[in-house]
């Protein structure tokens, strides 16, 4: 727990250290993905693409492309170990042991491979796409993200004496103190850490989770980040992303087929888990014609989770939606995961346990104290909710730097599927601008989909 992460920070040999340190250092859904990708669609070509939404952010020149492409290859030589694939196997997720099947686990140890990747640089900018078959591509995005986030980190370290790192890490120590001070002991709250992906380097992320499991015990639920739930006996959290749909779409002859897709995903997916892990992730071509849309089965899921819409909008619309359907969303989860920090985890949290009004200021609920009166609190729950917390968790630095001409912020940077089966991905997304894809695939996933209930929101800090 008690890491001088100064010290290594200034002392050790950044060079050789790999960024990414097991097969295992990535998210969990994105194993859950790669076992029902293997099993259905092991034979099917795609590519993945980085894209930086912050083209201002010439990381290319800053980050020299030898030391990348050093990194990326530790990765693609990568193994699982046996050690992990016996913890795979023999570990329970989600009360349930043996949710990854002997031939997948097998295949992993014998067969598994990263594909190959082009990389190159463009205006300052890294041009960086993985091509092969789908299972040998996905996996890339997350170990691609974390490794040029942490390589970001690593050239604004080298910038900062010994002393002064001491000082960004214990201004980064404090922040974060008063971030779990804020939501210790708060009754039924459940938050877990969704951070890898931008991370400010992986033993910041290992201080963090570890460091949230000390201090809010039972309400720090687990970690996405799969390594760090094997090495440190935490819950590994995730089920699926937006790639599925986006690849399924992609595959679909018509539109009629196109629309149809994201529900025959829901019907492959709880048939390959056996009804469990049925989490809704409704937004890649936008919740509203989602849900208003979807067969009635698709309401006897266990819960949804946001990750575009404004988090308390995309709750009550799923409330409503379950009434609608007959359903008590009191026993359904809703999980909010896109920009989080902790006023927005309380207040959330606080409108959908029933204490305050929806649309009420983050100010209203500050602390575990408001929560005290359990007695009055826990009747009034309006639906159980969850708080899937990323970037504000595993990489906040904001004004933390002594010198302060040198920026810790994470970059704006994303891995998304660019084509599956030869054929043109896209994600519409609740927020345009989180859209990607071509400008005419777009244009035409929205004639076959619409655009209603789509509202630009600022990008993730």
């Not at 050690?83 to 042991?97: M, P």
């Not at 500050?366 to 970037?391: M, V």
Request: hydrophobic share 40%.
């Amino acid at each position: 727990m008690i890491i001088n992460l100064a010290r290594r920070a200034h002392n050790h040999n950044w060079e050789l250290d790999p960024i990414v340190r097991s097969l295992l250092d990535t998210d969990f859904y994105k194993l859950l993905m790669l076992q029902f990708i293997w099993k259905h669609f092991s034979s099917v070509p795609a590519s993945f693409s980085l894209l930086n939404r912050d083209p201002g952010l010439r990381l290319a020149d800053a980050i020299g492309v030898g030391e990348l492409h050093a990194q990326l290859e530790h990765v693609k030589g990568l193994r699982f170990h046996k050690s992990e694939l016996i913890w795979l196997a023999g570990n329970t997720f989600y009360g349930r042991r043996g949710i990854f099947e002997p031939a997948f686990l097998d295949w992993l140890e014998h067969g598994f491979h990263l594909s190959d990747y082009d990389l190159s640089v463009h205006d300052g900018q890294f041009s960086l796409s993985f091509h092969g078959p789908w299972p040998a591509t996905t996996l890339w995005e997350i170990y691609s993200l974390s490794i040029l986030s942490e390589l970001k980190t690593r050239l604004a370290l080298k910038r900062l004496t010994e002393l002064e790192l001491d000082i960004l890490y214990a201004r980064a120590k404090a922040k974060l103190w008063q971030k779990m001070d804020r939501l210790r002991g708060v009754p039924g709250l459940r938050i877990s850490d969704f951070g890898t992906r931008r991370r400010h380097s992986f033993l910041w992320q290992e201080y963090v989770v570890l460091a949230m499991s000390d201090v809010l015990d039972s309400s720090f639920i687990g970690t996405s980040n799969t390594y760090l739930a094997y090495k440190h006996d935490l819950e590994a959290i995730g089920t699926n992303a937006h790639e599925l749909p986006m690849a399924l779409a992609a595959m679909a002859p018509t539109g009629e087929d196109r629309k149809a897709s994201q529900y025959r995903l829901l019907e492959l997916w709880q048939k390959t888990y056996q009804g469990e892990l049925l989490i809704l992730l409704p937004d890649t071509f936008g919740t509203t014609q989602f849900l208003r849309d979807a067969p009635d089965w698709v309401a006897d899921w266990t819960g949804q989770r946001a990750d575009s819409k404004a988090p308390e909008l995309a709750g009550e619309e799923y409330i409503a939606w379950l009434q609608s359907r007959g359903r008590d969303p009191r026993n359904k989860l809703f999980i909010a995961s896109d920009s989080l920090d902790a006023d927005e985890i309380l207040r959330l949290h606080a409108i959908f346990s029933g204490k305050i009004q929806p649309g009420s200021s983050p100010l209203d609920f500050r602390h575990a104290a408001d929560f005290s009166d359990t007695r009055r609190w826990l009747p009034d729950r309006r639906i159980r909710f969850s708080a899937g917390w990323g970037t504000l968790l595993t990489n906040d630095f904001r004004d933390c730097n002594p010198q302060g001409n040198v920026s810790f912020d994470p970059p704006h940077l994303v891995c998304k599927l660019q084509d599956a089966a030869g054929r043109p991905a896209v994600k519409l997304s609740d927020n345009p601008r989180k859209a990607l894809g071509d400008p005419a695939e777009v244009e035409r996933y929205k004639r076959i989909f619409g655009a209603e209930g789509f509202e630009p929101r600022p990008l993730p800090t």
